[in-house]
Antibody, heavy 121, light 107 residues
Framework: QVQLQESGPGLVKPSETLSLTCAVSGYSISSGYYWGWIRQPPGKGLEWIGSIYHSGSTYYNPSLKSRVTISVDTSKNQFSLKLSSVTAADTAVYYC??????????????WGQGTLVTVSS | EIVMTQSPATLSVSPGERATLSCRASQSVSSNLAWYQQKPGQAPRLLIYGASTRATGIPARFSGSGSGTEFTLTISSLQSEDFAVYYCQQYNNWPLTFGQGTKVEIK
């Protein structure tokens, strides 16, 4: 069974960098699939942030691209998110999830439980 | 960016009744459309992909239809565990985008 687990600080100060890691178990990241980040502000909808393949190939949401870096560590079977220059608008539950590699398979079939990150001084 | 618009925002339905949720794309997404269910405090769960294919373990009372720009999720007979928020997601183009959600509540 594929399992994803987010971890990282729950509180980040404005203007600093948000850093999260997603540990994957039950499946080797190197075997395929894209691994992505999605966020959900409190009481609001879902926003895709970006995705990475085990080779390091990435896709980012243009709305966040200038501030986002997603990286992968296949040796630890995990991938990470960095979001710089955060503001209160970046307060959200951050999810990691998996999606397929072909155009018709870019839906998210496995999700982490999510982690709330609050941006506040 | 493809904008996904869901309607209605809230749907009040009695248990056992049928629920019909709509999702419209700002341009064609072919059949590259997924539906998710989200309960409070939980991650979204994949229900439907390819506009009409149920994901593993999803009950047959959930069905999806449509192609191009108009899509529908139907829950044939609502069970207590189906009251939740439902999101559609297009995956025909980058960036991947979601609708704003439809909340299905008990009438």
């Amino acid at each position: 069974q594929v399992q994803l687990q987010e971890s990282g600080p729950g509180l980040v100060k404005p203007s600093e960098t948000l850093s999260l890691t997603c540990a994957v178990s039950g499946y080797s990241i190197s075997s395929g699939y894209y691994w992505g980040w999605i966020r959900q502000p409190p009481g609001k909808g879902l926003e895709w942030i970006g995705s990475i393949y085990h080779s390091g190939s990435t896709y980012y949401n243009p709305s966040l691209k200038s501030r986002v870096t997603i990286s992968v560590d296949t040796s630890k079977n995990q991938f990470s998110l960095k979001l710089s220059s955060v503001t209160a608008a970046d307060t959200a539950v951050y999810y990691c999830a998996r999606h397929g590699t072909a155009l018709h398979r870019y839906y998210f079939d496995y999700w982490g439980q999510g982690t709330l990150v609050t941006v506040s001084s | 960016e493809i904008v996904m618009t869901q309607s209605p925002a809230t749907l009040s339905v009695s248990p056992g009744e049928r629920a019909t949720l709509s999702c419209r794309a700002s341009q064609s997404v072919s059949s590259n459309l997924a539906w998710y269910q989200q309960k409070p405090g939980q991650a979204p769960r994949l229900l439907i992909y390819g506009a009409s294919t149920r994901a593993t373990g999803i009950p047959a009372r959930f069905s999806g239809s449509g192609s191009g720009t108009e899509f529908t999720l139907t829950i044939s007979s609502l069970q207590s565990e189906d009251f939740a928020v439902y999101y559609c997601q297009q995956y025909n183009n980058w960036p991947l985008t979601f609708g704003q959600g439809t909340k299905v509540e008990i009438k």
